[in-house]
C-alpha cells in the first residue's frame, strides 16, 4: 500500500465511526493493523475536502466491484464433489483453497519474535524450520536472533532443504500451537522453504550472524550456501544501494562487462548507473548499450554475477554498505 493509499484509507475509517471500523480491522493482518494504526494515529485534524475527496474514491472503486467472486470457495467445493465425489474431492480441495483451521501459526504473527522463539525453541528443528518459513521474512529473521548460535544455524540449514510441507502435517502442527494460542483468518499452504526464502530471511540478519550461519551451512554442503549467497543480493538489488556505493563499485568493473550485465536490467537501475558517472562517460555508455546487439541471457547472468563478487568483495572490505541487512553499517 502506498503512503497515500494508506492515508486515504486511515481518513476513511476514522470517518467511519469506531464500531463500524472495528468490523473492518478484523479483515487485516498484523501488519496492516499496525500501519493503519500507526497511520489514524498521526492524522491529527481532517478537513472537509480531504474527507469528501476520500469518499468518493471509495464509492468509485465501490461501484466497480461486481458480485463475481463472492463466495467463491464455497462454489468450487460444491462443483468439485459434483464433479469427483466427495473422495476425490476432499484431496483436490485441500491443494487449492486455503481453507482449514490454521489459526495457531498465524497467531504467531500476532506476537513478539522474542516470544515466539520462546515458545517453540525446544521444539525440534525441523518443526521450528516449518513455522518460519509460514511467517514474514523479517519476523523470521528477528525469531532466528533469538536463538543459540547452534540452534540457529541448524534450523536455517533445515528452511534451506525443505521442499515442501504435507497439509496434513501442517494440521498437526497447527493443532500444537492452537492448544497455546488462539487467532483467526488462513494461512496460505503453498508456502514452503528452499534457497529463497532462506536468503529473503538472511537478508534481515545482522552481518555477524550472517556470516556465523553461511558458515555453518558452507561446511554442510558448499554449493548450498554458495546458492543462498547468490540469492540474497540480486543485481536489481543495487538500486537499493548509496550513490557513493556506486560509483566506487564503478571503478571496480570493466565496461564491457557492465554493457552486457546492463542489457538485462530495467530502466530505473539503468538511470541510477548513468546518474553517477560523469556526463560524458554515461553518454558512452548510453550508445554502447543502443549499439550492442541481441546478448544470450546466459551471458548477461554470467556478467551480473561476476559483478556481484565485486560487490560482496567490497562489501567485504566494509568499503561498500549493502541495503537490507538488519543491523545499521557505517563507512
Do not use: C
Request: net charge negative.
Amino acid at each position: 500500500m502506498s503512503d497515500e493509499g494508506l492515508m486515504k484509507s486511515a481518513i476513511f475509517l476514522m470517518t467511519l465511526g469506531e464500531e463500524e471500523a472495528a468490523e473492518v480491522f478484523k479483515f487485516l493482518g498484523p501488519k496492516e493493523v499496525q500501519k493503519l494504526g500507526t497511520a489514524m494515529a498521526q492524522l491529527g485534524s481532517i478537513k472537509r475536502d480531504q474527507m469528501e475527496e476520500v469518499m468518493q474514491d471509495f464509492l468509485v472503486m465501490a461501484s466497480e466491484r461486481t458480485s463475481l467472486g463472492g463466495g467463491a470457495d464455497d462454489y468450487i467445493r460444491n462443483v468439485l464433489n459434483k464433479a469427483l465425489g466427495s473422495d476425490k474431492a476432499a484431496s483436490v480441495i485441500d491443494r487449492i483453497l486455503q481453507g482449514g483451521d490454521t489459526s495457531g501459526i498465524e497467531g504467531l504473527k500476532w506476537m513478539d519474535a522474542g516470544s515466539v522463539a520462546d515458545l517453540i525453541k525446544n521444539e525440534h528443528p525441523q518443526i521450528i524450520a516449518t513455522i518460519l518459513v509460514h511467517l514474514d521474512r523479517d519476523q523470521a529473521s528477528e525469531i532466528l536472533t533469538h536463538f543459540v548460535e547452534r540452534l540457529r544455524n541448524d534450523v536455517v540449514l533445515r528452511i534451506a532443504t525443505l521442499e515442501g510441507i504435507q497439509p496434513s502435517a501442517l494440521r498437526e502442527l497447527n493443532d500444537v500451537l492452537r492448544k497455546l494460542l488462539s487467532g483467526t483468518s488462513n494461512l496460505k499452504k503453498s508456502a514452503m522453504g528452499g534457497v529463497r526464502a532462506t536468503a529473503e530471511i538472511l537478508n534481515y540478519v545482522g552481518t555477524a550472524n550472517e556470516t556465523s550461519i553461511i558458515a555453518s551451512v558452507r561446511d554442510y554442503d558448499p554449493e548450498l550456501a554458495q546458492q543462498i549467497q547468490d540469492e540474497m543480493f540480486v543485481f536489481e538489488n543495487l538500486l537499493d544501494m548509496e550513490d557513493r556505493s556506486i560509483q566506487l563499485l564503478l571503478r571496480e568493473v570493466q565496461s564491457e562487462s557492465l554493457i552486457t550485465a546492463l542489457k538485462g536490467t530495467s530502466e530505473e537501475l539503468r538511470e541510477k548507473i548513468f546518474k553517477n558517472m560523469s556526463q560524458r562517460a554515461a553518454e558512452m555508455l548510453r550508445d554502447d548499450l543502443e549499439a550492442k546487439g541481441p546478448v544470450r541471457v546466459s551471458e548477461v547472468e554470467a556478467e551480473q554475477k561476476e559483478i556481484l563478487k565485486v560487490v560482496r568483495k567490497l562489501a567485504d572490505e566494509g568499503q561498500i554498505v549493502i541495503s537490507g541487512k538488519g543491523e545499521e553499517s557505517f563507512v
